[in-house]
């Protein structure tokens, strides 16, 4: 079944939809990166513009996917992410920080490999404080 403009109305088959179109762009995005990404300022340009648009694809296919929820869902997701992304950012900067602390001189390994890491290991917190805050929204509410 689905709904007027051809979408899925099953909620879990349009996320899946959406979250598919997103893994595909990003995945051409870095085949292209793989491919190009060391050949200097050119590659440069052309792995930004592959992550450019990889990057809107995926914004487009979220929209879609948000424009299909109803009311209620779309209020949890808001409530997740407020709270739980801020708690996991809170988390994961006390983490990072302690961490970066701890080693003192001993870091090792590129800048750019550390900022990477950093940066994942703070958008890894708040994706699963995202991930908690939307349960407990639902499991108050149910």
Wanted: aromatic share 12%; hydrophobic share 55%; proline share 3%.
């Amino acid at each position: 079944m689905t709904r007027p403009g051809g979408e899925p109305a099953n909620p879990l088959r349009r996320y899946g939809v959406s979250l598919g179109v997103a893994v595909l762009a990003g995945g051409i995005a870095g085949a292209v990166a793989a491919g190009f990404g060391s050949n200097g300022a050119t590659g440069a340009a052309i792995v930004a513009a592959a992550t450019a648009v990889a990057i809107t694809v995926g914004l487009w296919s979220c929209s879609v996917w948000w424009r299909g929820l109803d009311e209620a869902a779309q209020e949890a997701h808001k409530w997740a992410w407020w709270w739980g992304s801020t708690f996991g950012l809170a988390i994961g900067s006390v983490a990072l920080f302690s961490l970066v602390f701890a080693a003192g001189d001993g870091l090792s390994g590129e800048p750019k490999d550390l900022l990477l890491g950093g940066a994942a290991l703070v958008a890894g917190v708040q994706t699963v404080g995202y991930g908690v805050a939307w349960a407990v929204w639902w499991l108050k509410r149910r």
